[in-house]
């Protein structure tokens, strides 16, 4: 028997699902995180971490570890050194340089027991107009760490309706093509993540047609740890509409909040 448009919609989305509760899960990954320690360029123990640890403004020393110098680059994924059967990562945020400790042993990630979402809804499901800038810009944002900066190459702005209301998002490239949106909504702060969420948009028509399925609307790391150092939405992504679709709070974990 043939699919309905609903089912293949909803076996999609279980599908989506599916994999970001398996990308959460990861031993080593965000949920794994047990500690945030920012460098000083004087050597220091950093909590029960192997060797002696300081940053200047190129590279990272260590003392005491078979690796003795390392050079993570701004705002990029960090480093990992070994540590049993830890990962130390080591990031370089608005020219200052932390530790992330990655643990299989987190009791954060012996708690988590999957990403809480509503349920999916085509009417979130809408079309919208993508209309390119120019030249691509630079929109600084902060961080839900206080004092970092980000910095997004916005692209163009997304045009759609939504609440009965048209509305409008900066867009930025996406990592792997495409376009990619922060946003908040009347939602934030009460059953979603108050700093932001994103959203994936694919490649637009040749008419600059894309489809913004907020079914989708996804968590970022920092509302599953305290230790990211992600952005919050740029003020004009902020929506005055709830968006009851996508993903929801995570914290505490496994709340349906």
């Known amino acids: ?74 705002g990029a994924p960090g480093i990992l050194v070994e540590d049993g059967d830890r990962r130390i990562e080591v990031i370089r945020r608005t020219g200052s340089v932390a530790l992330r400790v990655h643990d299989p042993a987190s009791p954060h990630l012996q708690e988590f ?36 900066e980000h910095h997004h190459t916005a692209v163009g702005v997304i045009d759609f309706e939504l609440g009965g209301d048209k509305q409008q998002f900066v867009a930025f490239g996406g990592k792997d093509g495409g376009l990619r949106v922060m946003f908040t909504d009347a939602t934030s702060g009460v059953t979603t993540y108050p700093a932001a969420r994103t959203l994936v948009v694919t490649d637009s028509t040749d008419s600059g047609e894309v489809i913004l399925d907020f079914n989708r609307a996804s968590n970022l790391p920092c509302s599953f740890t305290d230790y990211a150092t992600c952005p919050v939405a740029p003020a004009e992504n902020k929506l005055a509409v709830a968006v009851e679709a996508g993903e929801k709070n995570p914290r505490p974990f496994g709340s349906a909040s």
Do not use: C
């Open 113 to 148: 027991s999957g990403i809480p979402t509503y349920d999916p809804d085509e009417k979130w499901s809408v079309a919208g107009t993508f209309t390119p800038y120019p030249e691509a810009k630079i929109v600084t944002t902060g961080a839900v760490v206080e004092g970092l």
């Open 1 to 74: 028997m043939t699919a309905t448009v609903n089912e293949t919609f909803e076996a999609s989305w279980n599908q989506w699902h599916s994999e970001r509760e398996s990308y959460y899960s990861d031993p080593l990954g965000w949920v794994s995180l047990t500690g945030l320690y920012w460098l000083t360029d004087e050597f220091e123990t950093v909590g029960d971490l192997p060797g002696r640890w300081r940053a200047d403004e190129d590279v990272v020393h260590v003392d005491g570890l078979s690796v003795t110098t390392l050079e993570p680059v701004e």
